[in-house]
């Protein structure tokens, strides 16, 4: 017989564990909209000026009326934007094409150092984010390469990887094997067998994993700060460097932004994860 009080207690504190995570976004999410350009603690009522701003519809988002540094600090914005687009781009695509080609070689052979290998990949994604962007820029320091957009597409794949690795193969594990078998016996080479009956398989979890990568190096922050260059500023870290000037209004407008499509994104992947092959 079930414990009603333990169970009580159990959501009760899944309840304060989702709260806690999760009210400060919430709290940003609110202030947002608050028309208070001085103290975002005070409420002064609704507004969009904070996020028409971000579109250049508004002078008001500079809290100071002037134009000139308002188009500036919104180019510097889009440019950041652009930048962070093209390394998840990049890096999204390096990452899940071998992610999922390592996912099918240790799902689908047998080879020595098949375990170490398995667990090798999981080392990044356990790795503090600070240590890895550390490491990270001494590598490429010792190697000569100068700091740029090369070397966070390349930091971000180091890590990237393992996630989409971890996702293809929770697929691959789900799958039936004897339509591959059913494959070969009718005459089918492996590289057909590869393209008409796993990958339309695994193409549910490959994009899942290819969401949640592109979602995890928009986000990224600490390990990028590390390794970008002068004038490779992704928008995390175009974000931290306008907190440490101050907090102003129109952080919340992008911060929520981010948060938006960052959920949906997720929530894409995620559904097509669990998504059933027909």
């Not at 999760?22 to 507004?47: D, H, K, Q, R």
């Not at 290998?117 to 962007?133: E, K, Q, R, T």
């Amino acid at each position: 017989m079930r414990n009603p009080w333990g169970w009580i207690a159990l959501t009760g504190f899944s309840l304060l564990f989702f709260a806690f995570i999760y009210a400060p976004l919430l709290v940003i999410i609110g202030y947002s909209f608050n028309a208070n350009p001085v103290n975002m603690m005070i409420w002064e009522g609704f507004t969009l000026d904070w996020y028409a701003g971000l579109f250049g519809l508004s002078d008001r988002a500079t809290g100071v009326g002037n134009r000139a540094a308002y188009i500036e600090s919104t180019d510097q914005m889009l440019a950041a934007l652009r930048t962070s687009l093209t390394v998840a781009v990049f890096t999204t695509t390096i990452s899940t094409v071998i992610g999922t080609a390592t996912a099918i070689a240790l799902a689908r052979y047998r080879f020595r150092g098949r375990g170490f290998y398995n667990g090798f990949l999981m080392l990044p994604m356990m790795m503090p984010d600070i240590v890895l962007g550390i490491g990270l820029l001494i590598f490429f320091v010792t190697l000569g390469m100068q700091l740029s957009l090369v070397t966070i597409i390349i930091g971000h794949c180091t890590f990237l990887t393992s996630y989409v690795f971890i996702i293809v193969q929770a697929r691959i594990a789900g799958l039936d094997p004897a339509l591959e078998e059913a494959s070969a016996d009718l005459g089918a080479s492996e590289w057909t067998t590869l393209r008409k009956v796993l990958l339309p398989q695994l193409a549910p979890g490959i994009m899942g994993g290819a969401l949640l990568a592109f979602v995890i190096s928009m986000d990224d922050l600490v390990i990028t700060y590390f390794i970008s260059g002068v004038g490779d500023t992704t928008l995390p870290v175009f974000i931290f460097g306008m907190i440490r000037r101050g907090v102003k209004p129109e952080i919340n407008a992008i911060a929520t932004l981010i948060i938006l499509a960052s959920v949906i994104i997720a929530a894409l992947g995620l559904w097509l994860r669990s998504r059933k092959t027909d």
